[in-house]
């Protein structure tokens, strides 16, 4: 069965001044955003709103354009990963806390992973290509994201490399030619 991205994502855009002070704020606490410069909270919050996913939907999928990310509020996440005609394996499972998707600042700007809701998401939502110009015109910014970020790719990378020693152990090859 192809995965496909439900397209009913549930967004909550922050209109009203006291509720984008109060998103600003749930930026400012987040642990990727903490310690921030307030300037840079504000230009996230213009790119940001609140959005929820039901359990089982799909957020993203793999080798699909990446333009956005969110931090994650409530619930949690499977990241997937899938070859053609075989079942996705779970490469890692995020929650409350973490950061779900870095494909949106670093080229060629597609997701490496299908990401699906295990139970129901709160999300803060981010356009990523909005960022990605404000990266461009304020450098401090850019590298303040690219730094925080850089540690979200590290801790995928390792989650990927604990599933390649995992089925490695479960499934041994032998590296040496058969004899013949």
Known sequence: M?????????????LASGDAAALEKQIAAHP?????KPEHVKVLAACA???????????FREGDPANRFYLLEAGKVSLESQAKDE???????IGVGDVLGWSWLFP??????????????????????????????????????????????????????HQLLDARRLHPISLLAPNG
């Open 87 to 93: 079942a996705s394996v779970t490469i890692q499972t």
């Open 49 to 59: 709103m609140l959005v929820q996913f039901k359990e089982g939907e799909l957020i």
């Open 108 to 161: 060629p700007y597609y997701w490496h992973f299908h990401a699906r809701a295990l139970e129901p998401v709160k999300a803060i939502f981010f356009y990523g290509t909005w960022l990605r110009e404000y990266c461009e015109q304020d450098h401090d910014l850019g590298y303040e994201l690219m730094k925080r970020m850089a540690v979200v790719v590290i801790r995928r990378l390792q989650a990927t490399r």
């Open 2 to 14: 192809e995965a496909t991205a439900d397209k009913s994502v549930h967004l909550q855009p922050a």
């Open 32 to 36: 990727l955003l903490r310690r921030m």
